[in-house]
Every structure is written in C-alpha cells, then in structure tokens.
C-alpha cells in the first residue's frame, strides 16, 4: 500500500529525489535532509507502514539486516567512532514523519548529538508481574 500524501512514499518509490545509498524491491537507504551528524541515513520500507505496529514482520527483519550492512559500509567510509540507530514511533516519541523508517546516525567524538534520558529506579513488583504477563502472552 501507498499513501499518496506521504512524502517517504513519495521518495522510497523515486517521485522526489533523494540521495541513495541503497535501493532493493522493498528498501531505499537515503541521507536525511537535515542530519543529526555527517552520514546520517534513513532505511525506508518501499510500502507505507505508519510505525513499527504496523509493520509487516518480514519486512521488519530486512529492515535490520539492511541498517546492518548500510551502517557498516558508511562506518568504514566515514571512519566514525560510533553509529546510533533510533526509531521513533508517535509523536511523543519525536516521530514527525509517519512512514516507518530506521535512522542511522554516525558518531564521531566531541560531535553534538544528544539522546538524553534519565536513568530511574526499577520497580521491582511491576517489572515482575509485567515480566510474566508478556511472557505468557507471547509464549
Ligand atoms: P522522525 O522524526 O520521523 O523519526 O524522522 C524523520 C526524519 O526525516 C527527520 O530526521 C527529517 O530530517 C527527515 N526528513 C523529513 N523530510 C525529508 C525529506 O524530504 N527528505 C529527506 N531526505 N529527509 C527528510
Ligand atoms: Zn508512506
């Protein structure tokens, strides 16, 4: 399925151009117009799945195997000290296009990328009686 509104539609089946770096039937890997840092790249699936719920599992696990292979030549060729990938699902997680797509972010010392969380406290009871209820679930 396409959706015609959706630009990574749009780019992931050649009607806006983008710089690519890898292309198969289901895949395009392309740089991100406004990179967080010098190589950064999108994996976008060819078909419009809104977000990672959405996805078909087939594709979901090429998806991985191509950030793979794409992250490692860009690692080689742009000499980083690191490599980051983030996907973000829904606005409040900073999803802003909604065309599930991986991001490989190179990383080079002294750079500014900044991915801040901070750390908390496990809750000890919760994680043990959601442990086990997603367990069961997908056991
Ligand atoms: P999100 O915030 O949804 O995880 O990431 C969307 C990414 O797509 C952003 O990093 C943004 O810079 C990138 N992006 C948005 N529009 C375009 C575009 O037209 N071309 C390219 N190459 N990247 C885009
Ligand atoms: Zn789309």
Do not use: W
């Not at 959706?6 to 039937?25: H, L, M, Q, R």
């Not at 950030?67 to 080689?76: D, I, M, R």
Request: proline letters at 4%; aromatic letters at 10%; a negative charge.
């Amino acid at each position: 399925m396409k959706d015609c509104n959706c630009i990574f539609c749009k780019i992931a089946n050649g009607e806006i151009p983008s710089y690519t770096v890898y292309e198969d039937d289901d895949f395009k890997v392309i740089f991100d117009i406004s990179p967080a840092s010098k190589g950064h790249a999108l994996v976008i699936p060819k078909e419009h799945y809104k977000n990672l719920f959405e996805l078909d599992e087939s594709i979901a696990s090429k998806a991985l195997v191509i950030a793979k292979k794409v992250a490692t030549e860009l690692s080689t060729e742009l000499d980083c000290d690191g490599f980051n990938l983030l996907q973000n699902n829904e606005e409040i997680a900073g999803q802003t296009v909604f065309h599930f797509h991986i991001h490989l972010i190179p990383r080079y010392k002294n750079d500014n990328v900044k991915f801040t969380t901070t750390p908390g406290e496990i809750d000890k009871e919760f994680a043990e009686k959601l442990a086990e209820k997603i367990k069961n679930k997908l056991a």
